[in-house]
């Protein structure tokens, strides 16, 4: 086989062709792949939305509106409707507190602030620990610990004598509403179990979820009696 | 050359992680789950595959001297478009492996398959030795995926097969990626010695 002969004119015309052909490719990959990340980006949204505030019939992504939370961060706010009424809110939140970097979680709280369910969005926690949090708030039955897994789960723990109290319920957030309880880890004085080995995930989870619900809560007109509650609860965290 | 040999020389005389150590940062990195590191494997087999296909036919066209900044370009490209059609049509997959996605241009793995291989063989070999290579490299990934999330979180393939309690937290880690890897080497030796 014979080469080219390494000389100047030869080495910029060949780097030129060839940077040209990629670049030209990455343009047209780049336009054809456009509208498909765009449009699952969105559903990723909807399905989040549909997930954290079910039963609305109105399309919340066009009700959107944001709120600046104290700490600077800009929320946004999906308002859910049935019938007109509001049933909740889906509020994609953050936090600035996990072990790296940034934790986003949409959260539905129904109108007084209750919260129905979460879904995490984006994170770059430890793989196996921190991405825990998917599952590890809500309740027990929805980590699908339960038939064959069980009887396995029984086996084991007659067989190292250990006994699980799978039953109660410090884990679980939802239905819960951060006002009247305090959402934050047993190590900082909370009432929620830690995720093993993950507290700091854990409690920048709680943060994103207490940002959540102090904003929320500060910018509605209907809950101004409530306010008052909030600062009392912030400053028990202090 | 035999190109049956040329392909199974990937899996077990010349894997690419057991015995040539190559491609290493991505095999510790995101090998946490079987499928993480199937995926993972996959992505760097079409991108070998494809880089080895485009410099076995422009090898004649390149002066030496500019040869590796040549499939540097060549390489970057294919995983650029690896990652936007990921992220398009297979999110959750891209969600897994987000950063490990651009790393493929850095693996040396394909830069040293470009240049060991594609760039004095022709076409249909090149195609094949990528394709073996690649497998090779992702059936690596997916065992020691498969060890780790099997001793980490007692799954597999994210199937329960024991209570994740009893787990061994260190496999989920970055220390277990290391241990794990050395046992696959040491049993991997044995069975090529015997």
Redesign the interface.
């Known amino acids: 086989m014979s080469k080219r002969a390494s000389t100047l004119p030869n080495m910029v015309l060949t780097l030129i062709l060839i940077t040209s052909v990629a670049g030209g490719s990455l343009g047209f990959i780049y336009q054809a792949t456009k509208a498909p990340i765009e449009a699952s980006a969105v559903a990723k949204q909807q399905s989040a939305i549909k997930l954290v505030v079910p039963g609305f019939d109105n399309d919340p992504a066009a009700e959107m509106y944001e709120l600046q939370s104290a700490e600077g961060f800009t929320l946004k706010v999906f308002p859910a409707k049935r019938d007109g009424e509001l049933i909740g809110v889906a509020i994609e939140s953050m936090t600035n507190r996990g072990f790296s970097g940034d934790i986003k979680v949409m959260v539905g709280l129904e109108p007084d602030g209750t919260i129905i369910n979460y879904e995490v969005l984006e994170h770059r926690e430890t793989p196996g620990l921190g991405t825990k949090m998917y599952d590890w708030f809500k309740p027990a039955d929805d980590d699908g610990a339960d038939g064959e897994v069980g009887a396995v789960r029984a086996f084991f723990d007659r067989l190292f004598g250990i006994s699980q109290d799978d039953g109660d319920d410090s884990k679980n957030i939802l239905g819960k509403n951060p006002g009247t309880s305090t959402l934050l880890v047993k190590q900082d004085g909370g009432e929620v179990d830690a995720i093993t080995a993950a507290t700091i995930t854990a409690r920048a989870f709680l943060h994103a979820i207490e940002v959540a619900y102090t904003t929320y809560t500060q910018n509605t007109d209907a809950a101004s009696s409530a306010t008052t509650q909030i600062e009392n609860w912030e400053g028990d965290e202090q | 050359m035999n190109q049956l040999n040329n392909f199974t020389k990937g899996f077990f005389k010349e894997n690419p992680v057991f015995i040539l150590l190559l491609g290493l940062c991505p095999a510790l990195g995101v090998t946490?789950?079987a499928v993480?590191g199937l995926g993972m494997g996959l992505a760097t087999t079409f991108v070998l595959v494809m880089a080895n296909i485009v410099v076995s036919l422009?090898?004649?066209?390149?002066?030496?001297?500019?040869r590796i900044?040549?499939f540097i370009?060549?390489i970057?490209?294919f995983v650029?478009?690896v990652e936007?059609?990921m992220?398009?049509?297979i999110?959750a997959l891209f969600d897994a492996l987000g950063?490990f996605i651009p790393l493929i241009v850095v693996n040396c793995l394909v830069l040293g398959r470009a240049e060991a291989f594609a760039s004095k063989n022709n076409l249909i070999s090149s195609v094949i030795d990528g394709a073996g290579m690649g497998l090779g490299f992702s059936m690596a990934l997916t065992m020691l995926g498969g060890l780790r999330e099997l001793l980490?979180?007692g799954m597999l393939f994210g199937l329960?097969i024991?209570?994740e309690?009893?787990g061994m937290?260190v496999f989920?880690?970055a220390p277990g990626a290391f241990i794990g890897l050395g046992y696959l080497i040491a049993i991997l030796n044995r069975v090529n010695k015997a």
Do not use: Q
Request: glycine share 6%; proline share 11%.
């Open positions: 946490s789950s993480n422009i090898k004649g066209f390149i002066p030496d001297k500019v900044p040549s370009v060549v970057a490209t650029t478009i936007m059609v992220e398009a049509y999110p950063l980490g979180s329960s024991y209570p309690d009893y937290l989920v880690l």
